[in-house]
C-alpha cells in the first residue's frame, strides 16, 4: 500500500530564508508526483508537477525534484517571503491498474509554513 | 464559471440524516473529481468521473457514499445516514480530458459537520 509522508509537519522561517520541504513514498510505482500549496479554508493550487521519467521542476522560485528509486521528493522554495505561508501537500499518483483509475492521489499530511515578515 | 463551485460552503446535520453535496465543475472540463479532507486522515481521493466511461469509485469509504454526474456536468456527492466521522471537509476538481488530476483546479470545498 503506498503511502506518503512529509517532513517537517510545521516549519517557520525568517524572510528571505531558502527553505526544503521533503516528501517520501514507499512503493516507487508511481506516474508522477505533484506539489500542491493549500491556504486557510481554501482548495488545493498545483505548484508542480514531475513526471515520473523527470528529476525536477522549476516555477519561479520553486524547484521540485524527484528521486523515484529512493522514493523521495524535495520542494525547495528561494528567497521566501510572508506570503509563502500556506501548507504545502506532495501527492502521489500510482501508476493505474485500470484505465479509469486516473484520478487518483495519494497525499501527505502537508507541511504548514510560516515565514516571518 | 469562473472555477469549480461547490455548495453548501458549510453544512451542520444531526448524526443519520442524508446529506448532498453540489459541485459544478468548469465549463468544458470533462473529468470530475471528489476528495474529503478530515483531521485524521488528510486528503483522500473518493471518486473520479471521466466522461461516459465508468466511474473509478473505488475510493468511496462505505455503500453509505454516492455520486452522481448528470449531463456530464455537475455531481452531487450523497451521504446518507451520516455519522461523526463522516465530518470532513470534501473537495470537488475538475479538468480537461486529457489532462488528468496534475491540471484539475479544486473548489473551495464543503465543510461537513455531524453532530
Known amino acids: 500500500k503506498q503511502e506518503v509522508t512529509q517532513i517537517p509537519a510545521a516549519l517557520s522561517v525568517p524572510e528571505g530564508e531558502n527553505l526544503v520541504l521533503n516528501c517520501s513514498f514507499t512503493?516507487?510505482?508511481?506516474?508522477?508526483l505533484q506539489w500542491f500549496r493549500q491556504d486557510p479554508g481554501k482548495g488545493l493550487t498545483s505548484l508542480l508537477l514531475?513526471?515520473?521519467?523527470?528529476r525536477e521542476q522549476t516555477s519561479g522560485r520553486l524547484n521540485a525534484s524527484l528521486d523515484k528509486s529512493s522514493g523521495r521528493s524535495t520542494l525547495y522554495i528561494a528567497a521566501s517571503q510572508p506570503g509563502d505561508s500556506a501548507t504545502y501537500l506532495c501527492?502521489?499518483?500510482?501508476?493505474?491498474?485500470?484505465?479509469?483509475?486516473?484520478?487518483?492521489?495519494?497525499f501527505g499530511q502537508g507541511t504548514e509554513l510560516s515565514v516571518k515578515p | 464559471g469562473a472555477g469549480v463551485s461547490q455548495s453548501p460552503s458549510n453544512k451542520v446535520t444531526e448524526k443519520g440524516k442524508d446529506v448532498e453535496l453540489r459541485c459544478d465543475p468548469i465549463?468544458?472540463?470533462?473529468?470530475l473529481y471528489w476528495y474529503r479532507q478530515s483531521l485524521g486522515q488528510g486528503l483522500e481521493f473518493l471518486i473520479y468521473?471521466?466522461?461516459?466511461?465508468?466511474?473509478?469509485k473505488s475510493g468511496l469509504p462505505s455503500d453509505r457514499f454516492s455520486a452522481e454526474r448528470t449531463g456530464g456536468s455537475v455531481s452531487t456527492l450523497t451521504i446518507q445516514r451520516t455519522q461523526q466521522e463522516d465530518s470532513a471537509v470534501y473537495l470537488c476538481?475538475?479538468?480537461?480530458?486529457?489532462?488528468?488530476?496534475?491540471?484539475?483546479?479544486f473548489g473551495q470545498g464543503t465543510r461537513l459537520t455531524v453532530v
Open positions: 514531475i513526471q515520473s521519467s523527470q
Open positions: 476538481a475538475s479538468s480537461f480530458a486529457g489532462q488528468g488530476i496534475g491540471g484539475a483546479f
Open positions: 501527492a502521489v499518483r500510482p501508476r493505474p491498474a485500470r484505465y479509469n483509475q486516473g484520478g487518483k492521489l495519494i
Open positions: 465549463s468544458g472540463h470533462t473529468a
Open positions: 468521473f471521466q466522461g461516459n466511461s465508468a466511474p473509478d
Open positions: 512503493d516507487s510505482a508511481i506516474y508522477n
